[in-house]
Structure formats: C-alpha cells, structure tokens
C-alpha cells in the first residue's frame, strides 16, 4: 500500500519561498507522476504541477515563473518550491500521484503566508 | 474563475438520484481528454471516484456513475446516502494551458 507524507514550514513570509516535501512509503516511485495540488480555504482543487520519473515537469501557467518541483530517487522524495509568495498563497498543500488522474493524496499540510 | 465549470451546489433527499454537471471546451472535455472525478469529505484529502469518464476504481459502490458527451461530463449519484454528502471536483487535461485543470467544485448536500 503506497502512501504520501508530506512536510515543510507552515508558517511562510510574503516574498519569501514555500519549500515542502512529500515521501513515498511503500511503492515504486518510478510508477507515477507525482504532483502538487493546492486549495486555499474554502475554495476548490488548483493542480500546481507535476514530475515525472524521467525529471520532466509541467507546471500550471500561471504559476509557472516561481515554481519548481524536483526529486530525489535515492530517497523516494519529490518537493516543491514556490518563490516570491504572497497571501493568495495561503492553502492546504497537498503532495499527489497518479497518471492521469491522481489516486495517491497525502493528508495535506496548511501553509499559511503571513508577517 | 475554473477553466471547467460545475454547479456550485446540489441536493437530494436519500434514495434519490442527482448528477453534477461539469462543462468544459474543445481544448479539454472536447478533445480526446478524459475526464475524471473526485470526492472530498469534510476536512479530508480527495478521493478518486471515476477515473477515464466512467471507470470506477475499486471500492467505489456502482452508485457513482461518470459519464462524457461532447464538451461536458457528469456525475451520477443514485441511492443518495448521507455519507454522499461532500465536495465533488471534475478533472481533466487542457491543451492550451499544457495543464491539468480541476473544475471548481460541487457541494453535495443530503437533505
């Protein structure tokens, strides 16, 4: 049974850089794409962007100058970074796989963009 | 503003049916893209319901039923239960954004 945890700052500065990460337990990481879905507070799904196992990414256009998502193999981890944030940043970050469709979800992790 | 468009909200008494409509254009639901659906509980990640228009994973009751014609989809609920209640999101792939695009959700509620 494959399952994702992820973690970072849960507290972010305006301009500063978002960093969370999310580790793959209990499955091939080379089986999926592995992607970065938000929702700010009581609005809906914001697909952020995704890697896959060959490194290759894509990323939602209007996001697409401050992100950047990696991974590291040798730990079965992926990240993300989301430079310059502001408060429209403020959402439940959720680290996902699937191809195609998303059928692995973490938990989820509120990171709140505040001074 | 979501680039696939649902009913902010829906309701049925239990044992009824509802569908849940999800509107997109010729550079997503129109194309050869599928499209897929989510449930989200109160206060809980999503879960995948249907997945490629009308595939149910496994587990899901045969009480959700997706399907996909021209520039929409929809999701059927029949048998409403009081567990139905909760967030619906359609999700497909756009090819003039290069990205996957979510619709903007549908509440669910059992009266």
């Known amino acids: 049974q494959v399952h994702l945890q992820e973690w970072g700052a849960g507290l972010v500065k305006p301009s500063e850089t978002l960093s969370l990460t999310c580790a793959v337990y209990g499955g091939s990481f080379s089986d999926y794409y592995w992607t970065w879905i938000r929702q700010p507070p009581g609005k809906g799904l914001e697909w952020i962007g995704e890697?896959?196992?060959?490194?290759?990414?894509e990323y939602y256009p209007s996001l697409k100058s401050r992100v950047t998502i990696s991974m590291d193999t040798s730990k079965n981890h992926f990240s993300l970074k989301l430079t310059s944030v502001t408060a429209a940043d403020t959402a439940v970050y959720y680290c996902?796989?699937?191809?195609?469709?998303?059928?692995?979800w973490g938990r989820g992790t509120l990171v709140t963009v505040s001074s | 503003q979501s680039v696939l468009t649902q009913p902010p909200s829906v309701s049925g008494a239990p044992g009824q049916r509802v569908t849940i409509s999800c509107t997109g254009s010729?550079?997503?639901?129109?194309?050869?893209?599928?499209v897929h659906w989510y449930q989200q509980l109160p206060g809980t990640a999503p879960k995948l319901l249907i997945f490629a228009n009308s595939n149910r994973p496994s587990g899901v009751p045969d009480r959700f039923t997706g399907s996909k014609s021209g520039t929409s989809a929809s999701l059927a609920i029949t048998g409403l239960q009081a567990e139905d209640e909760a967030d619906y999101y359609c999700q497909s792939y756009d090819s003039s954004l290069n990205a996957w695009v979510f619709g903007g959700g549908t509440k669910l509620t059992v009266l």
């Open positions: 890697i896959n196992h060959r490194g290759s990414t």
């Open positions: 010729t550079s997503n639901i129109g194309t050869r893209y599928e």
């Open positions: 996902a796989g699937g191809r195609g469709f998303v059928d692995l």
